[in-house]
């Protein structure tokens, strides 16, 4: 069973950064889609950003500019690096990641922005 493995939130004030990591239990080139999505409170999940094995990335109109969504293949590991940070930016980000026939979530990281 593959897991993902996500890290790096918490709380953050405005305009501060935070850097998201997910960590597959798999070697990530298996994965041909790989991203975040995230849900606030009585909102719908809405995907924040994604990176496709090729490396074309693709961003909400929301955190655009200020994200950036990277894979190290050495590490395994795909990152969600956000700056400036909103209150609204606030709500529980889930790693995914998808192979030919499967997709797979992780199990949420909290991320808090408030003074």
């Known amino acids: 069973q593959v897991q993902l493995v996500e890290s790096g939130g918490g709380l953050v004030q405005p305009g501060g950064s935070l850097r998201l990591s997910c960590a597959p239990s798999?070697?990530?080139?298996?994965?041909?889609?790989m991203g975040w999505y995230r849900q606030a409170p009585g909102k719908q999940r809405e995907l924040v950003a994604s990176?496709?094995?090729?490396?074309?990335?693709t961003y909400a109109d929301s955190v655009k500019g200020r994200s950036t969504i990277s894979r190290d293949i050495v590490k395994d590991t795909m990152y969600l690096q956000m700056n400036n940070l909103k209150p609204e930016d606030s709500a529980v980000y889930y790693c995914?990641?998808?192979?030919?026939?499967?997709?797979?979530w992780g199990q949420g990281t909290q991320v808090t922005v408030s003074s």
């Open positions: 995914y990641a998808r192979e030919v026939l499967k997709a797979y």
């Open positions: 990176i496709t094995s090729g490396g074309s990335v």
């Open positions: 798999v070697n990530i080139l298996s994965f041909n889609h």
